[in-house]
């Protein structure tokens, strides 16, 4: 990876305002990251990290702050990075294929030159034979696979995926944690990943920033030195553990339980020494 800076924030805040009322959502949100780096950002609901995506993604201003990538302010300018929400956002009336080439045509690539990009993409990333299928007919983990195609043939070098397999059982979330391990090694693009899984975090990621409660700013950054390729046996092993700890510690510090998902939320809870028969290990 690259030594310099892709994408740089510096001092970003977002005060929302409303009749005599404000709410900060964002203070002071400082971080760089290297090209190709996976980073995953954790903590609780309503700490600004989706409002955060939208000024990177050019949607909202900060309040104040900056954001850079490759050296220039796109503050404002929307196009820069692919963005993905939780919900695949999948067009009903159009195929698995004709969604996927959505992004080349609003740049206005020609049909066929846009077909010729998608369907080796389709048919090495798991959706063969399904390319002539609507929304409707693909189970949930191939819905979130033909939307990050899209969000990949947008081409755009920055990709922010909010909660992509947050609707996910768990057998299928593995799945596509999988898939979309080997997808990122294979094009080497800059990953921003929210999640609520502390798990999810650490097996994707070279680093995982923990925002603090609200307002949102940046309380820790863990490096997550796994040997890549990552594999699902890892997650049993005493290194995965020691980082699940530390991230778990700095959680209980914030008080951040409601944002936990509930194997992570009894793992917490154990960390205090509660007991609650709800919470599923």
């Not at 909202?60 to 850079?68: C, I, M, N």
């Not at 925002?211 to 997650?235: C, H, N």
Request: charged letters at 20%; glycine letters at 8%; a negative charge.
């Amino acid at each position: 990876m690259a030594d310099a800076a892709k994408i740089t924030v510096t001092g970003v805040t977002k005060v929302y305002r409303r009749d005599e009322l404000e709410v900060t959502a964002l203070q002071n949100v400082d971080f760089s990251i290297r090209e190709g780096q996976f980073v995953s950002i954790i903590g609780p609901s309503g700490c600004g990290k989706t409002t955060l995506f939208n000024i990177i993604a050019g949607l909202t201003l900060p309040t104040s702050g900056q954001v850079v990538v490759d050296g220039r302010s796109i503050l404002g300018q929307a196009g820069y990075v692919g963005y993905m929400l939780q919900n695949d956002l999948l067009l009903p009336w159009r195929t698995v294929l004709n969604n996927i080439i959505l992004g080349l045509e609003i740049h206005r690539v020609p049909r066929e030159q846009s077909v010729r990009q998608a369907m080796p993409l389709i048919e090495r990333y798991g959706l063969k034979g399904f390319d002539q299928h609507y929304p409707s007919e693909l189970s949930g983990g191939m819905r979130q696979r033909a939307a990050l195609l899209r969000t990949l043939l947008y081409n755009r070098d920055i990709l922010l995926l909010d909660e992509p397999f947050g609707a996910l059982d768990a057998q299928t979330r593995l799945d596509m944690q999988m898939w979309l391990m080997t997808l990122w090694q294979d094009f080497s693009k800059t990953v921003l990943f929210i999640t609520h899984d502390i798990d999810e975090a650490i097996f994707l990621s070279d680093e995982v920033f923990v925002f603090s409660a609200p307002p949102g700013r940046i309380k820790a950054r863990i490096p997550i030195d796994l040997s890549r390729p990552r594999t699902p046996e890892q997650m049993a092993t005493p290194e995965f553990s020691a980082i699940k700890r530390q991230l778990l510690g700095l959680l209980v510090t914030a008080g951040h339980s409601g944002s936990l998902s509930p194997t992570d939320a009894g793992c917490e809870a154990q960390a205090r020494g509660e007991v609650r028969d709800d919470w599923v290990r």
